[in-house]
């Protein structure tokens, strides 16, 4: 009998080999806070890949096998069978014994547990994409993971191998990336990206800070910019000038930076620290950036989530939802 080892050997001692000449597209930088640790998952191979932090660029920690949707192709639409492409987080963990109690018998496909995805994300909804639930999880039959294209659109692992990922998953936080082909650049390249990337985000704190409101709204897209809460880029637009109006001199300060990228948009997320005599706020803010027709990255959407007072606590890789004490109450849809 053949098992799927938890590490390819080979394909891990391949790519680090490369490392200081190769690095992948999809990660220009992590962080300590909210991305010490990526799953890139790449759906032509049915690999995912476990990067984590390290120094100045992404160091593959190890390789999985999987399956993904059984029809190829991007998720567009609900029950299409297939596993959507982008950057996306978890959301929440369930249990098998919880997934049992829920869906009975049909709850066993899910084995070990499960890891809920924010699919659809900003981008996603922008194309008006359908669907949910999509998740990783494993199996109560390891052979599906050794046929690939076996889901309904979620990426399956084996019980083994979600175990061993879920020490490195920090809810809310840890990213996961789905793309059909995972390209490497060289690094002059991979830098140049980068800088771009990092140039764009340099430019808009400190317009922000300076309260230079003319190169601050530059960095927004006029044609794609939405808010939640202001409207269009228009309405934010009038918002933001009546801050920067304000005579307080507020204090910003940004750290915990990652960046990641997938085809035709971007994530910035960092620890945004903000003080002024108006608002003292902690808040993971996260910044979805698309290239204009001039290929100059514009911000087209932002997310703001208040973080408790530990926020700068290190994250420490250990078996913490497969305990006996970790199950979780399954709220979500089922898998399509």
């Not at 060289?186 to 400190?206: C, G, Q, S």
């Not at 990228?261 to 003080?275: C, D, G, R, S």
């Amino acid at each position: 009998m053949i098992k799927i080892s938890t590490i390819t050997v080979s394909i891990l001692l391949t790519i680090n080999a490369f490392a200081d000449e190769y690095l992948p597209e999809v990660i220009y930088q992590l962080d300590d806070r909210f991305a010490h640790h990526v799953l890139v998952v790449e759906k032509s191979t049915h690999k995912l890949f476990l990067y984590e932090n390290s120094s100045e660029v992404p160091k593959l920690l190890k390789t999985y096998q999987v399956a993904t949707g059984k029809i190829t192709g991007n998720k567009t639409i609900q029950g299409d069978k297939k596993t959507p492409e982008g950057i996306y987080r978890f959301q929440q963990f369930h249990s098998g014994q919880n997934l049992v109690e829920k869906y009975g018998k049909a709850g066993l496909i899910y084995g070990a547990g499960a890891f809920t995805m924010n699919y659809p994300n900003t981008i996603d909804r922008r194309k008006d994409k359908t669907g949910g639930g999509i998740w990783l999880h494993s199996t109560d039959d390891d052979t599906r993971v050794s046929k690939g294209l076996d889901s309904k659109g979620c990426v399956v692992a084996t019980d083994a191998d979600l175990k061993d990922i879920s020490q490195y998953i920090d809810l809310q936080n840890t990213p996961i990336i789905v793309t059909q082909n995972l390209t490497f650049l060289r690094k002059a390249t991979w830098l140049d990206n980068k800088k771009d990337l990092t140039d764009t985000l340099v430019t808009w704190a400190n317009a922000w800070k300076d309260k230079d409101f003319n190169t601050y709204i530059n960095q927004y897209s006029k044609d794609r910019f939405l808010s939640n809460t202001k409207g269009n880029y228009f309405g934010y637009s009038r918002y933001k000038k009546a801050v920067f109006a304000r005579k307080d001199t507020p204090s910003i300060n940004f750290n915990n930076i990652s960046i990641l990228n997938f085809k035709t948009y971007a994530v910035i997320t960092m620890v945004q620290n903000y003080n002024s005599s108006v608002i003292q706020d902690v808040g993971k803010k996260t910044l979805y950036l698309q290239r204009d027709d001039q290929y100059n990255w514009k911000i087209v959407s932002e997310e703001w989530e208040r973080l408790p007072a530990n926020t700068n606590l290190a994250f420490t890789p250990k078996m913490r939802f497969f305990t006996e004490d970790s199950n979780q109450v399954a709220n979500d849809s089922g898998s399509i």
